[in-house]
């Protein structure tokens, strides 16, 4: 078992160090590299299970410590099947993203084309635009009613106040013309008075004359 397990642990070191290699690697030396990584986490995955069985043939004693290291050996083989598949990942995302972009530039566009695939659905976004713009405009539009009734309205205030201020001046003519008009009757009742008064006494003395020349 202990040859089993230190030939494991190299290998597994021996594969981070491909790890780091394909890292910098090109992309002609890549594969090669992808390909080796794969058949040591195999190796190391099958000596992991020869490991296990290995550990229950040991004495109880050494049985805790030698489950201990496998498992660690596990962990670590985890690790490097982790990495793979991330760097396999990005491959596949990379090689994907160069395919794309070889199709995108080598597509010939027309001003009116019909492929399905290139055209752009902005009619929603032309939909919203034109709403918020209607809005803008229906909110000016308010303002601008709310202005002109405000204006309105400090006419009416204005006309108004002359209106109330001319009715003010009329009642004021009104009145003194009628205390002017009363004023005149009682002096044409007076001066009535007064003209019959001068009468009589012009009849009396008159008649006071004729009777004493008489």
């Given at each position: 078992?202990?040859?089993?397990?230190?030939?494991?642990?190299?290998?597994?070191?021996?594969?981070?160090?491909?790890?780091?290699?394909?890292?910098?690697?090109?992309?002609?030396?890549?594969?090669?590299?992808?390909?080796?990584i794969?058949?040591?986490?195999?190796?190391?995955?099958?000596?992991?299970?020869?490991?296990?069985?290995?550990?229950?043939?040991?004495?109880?004693?050494?049985?805790?410590?030698?489950?201990?290291?496998?498992?660690?050996?596990?962990?670590?083989?985890?690790?490097?099947?982790?990495?793979?598949?991330?760097?396999?990942?990005?491959?596949?995302?990379?090689?994907?993203?160069?395919?794309?972009?070889?199709?995108?530039?080598?597509?010939?566009?027309?001003?009116?084309?019909?492929?399905?695939?290139?055209?752009?659905?902005?009619?929603?976004?032309?939909q919203?635009?034109?709403?918020?713009?209607n809005?803008?405009?229906?909110?000016?539009?308010?303002?601008?009613?709310?202005?002109?009734?405000?204006?309105?309205?400090?006419?009416?205030?204005?006309?108004?106040?002359?209106?109330?201020?001319?009715?003010?001046?009329?009642?004021?003519?009104?009145?003194?013309?009628?205390?002017?008009?009363?004023?005149?009757?009682?002096?044409a009742?007076?001066?009535?008075?007064?003209?019959?008064?001068?009468i009589?006494?012009?009849?009396?003395?008159?008649?006071?004359?004729?009777?004493?020349?008489?």
């Amino acid at each position: 078992m202990e040859a089993l397990y230190h030939q494991t642990n190299i290998l597994i070191q021996e594969t981070q160090a491909c790890f780091e290699r394909l890292n910098k690697a090109g992309t002609s030396n890549a594969d090669a590299l992808e390909n080796e990584i794969q058949e040591r986490i195999s190796t190391v995955t099958k000596n992991c299970e020869r490991l296990d069985q290995y550990v229950y043939k040991e004495p109880v004693a050494r049985r805790q410590s030698a489950k201990t290291r496998v498992d660690q050996l596990k962990y670590d083989n985890h690790h490097l099947q982790a990495a793979l598949r991330m760097y396999q990942h990005r491959q596949a995302q990379y090689r994907r993203e160069e395919t794309e972009r070889e199709e995108l530039l080598s597509r010939r566009f027309t001003h009116n084309s019909a492929d399905a695939e290139t055209v752009i659905f902005i009619d929603h976004s032309i939909q919203h635009h034109s709403a918020l713009n209607n809005a803008n405009r229906g909110v000016d539009d308010m303002l601008r009613s709310g202005a002109g009734i405000l204006e309105s309205l400090r006419d009416q205030r204005d006309t108004l106040k002359n209106a109330r201020r001319r009715i003010i001046d009329i009642a004021n003519t009104l009145g003194l013309s009628n205390t002017t008009m009363r004023l005149i009757e009682k002096r044409a009742r007076e001066d009535k008075f007064v003209l019959l008064g001068g009468i009589f006494v012009t009849l009396v003395v008159i008649l006071l004359v004729i009777i004493y020349l008489t």
